[in-house]
């Protein structure tokens, strides 16, 4: 799920590019690299919660959802940060700022969402 995520990421922020007409380089570098994030994140959700982590007892898919963008946020925030820290502290390239963010985002995303958002709850645990 992690792979595509990326593609769709990336594919976000191509199209993006191309399409916001918004006069500011920077901001619109930073409108692409947000809006990439968004989208990945429901993509993300979907397939992992289908996929990655189907063979689980969740609880509601709702409360799921919601750790998720929870968890996803933060993950979020540090791939932003870090993309746009490269990018406009060390004039990095947007594309390479943007998938060293998605590296480190991706790494925190995982523990927290294995660990909280699709934890087993076949033993009876309640919903938080």
Do not use: H
Not at 83 to 91: I, T, V, Y
């Amino acid at each position: 799920m992690g792979v595509s995520g990326v593609v769709v990421n990336m594919a976000v922020v191509w199209a993006a590019l191309l399409l916001l007409a918004v006069p500011e380089l920077g901001l619109r570098d930073a409108m692409a690299s947000a809006l990439g994030i968004v989208v990945s994140v429901l993509t993300n959700f979907l397939l992992n919660d289908a996929w990655t982590w189907g063979d689980r007892a969740k609880g509601s898919w709702l409360s799921r959802l919601l750790r998720y963008y929870l968890v996803s946020a933060a993950a979020a925030l540090l791939q932003f940060g870090c993309a746009m820290g490269l990018r406009f502290l060390l004039d990095a390239d947007l594309y390479a700022a943007q998938l060293l963010g998605i590296l480190l985002g991706t790494g925190v995303n995982y523990v927290a969402n294995n660990v909280w958002t699709f934890r087993d709850r076949a033993g009876g645990a309640g919903e938080p």
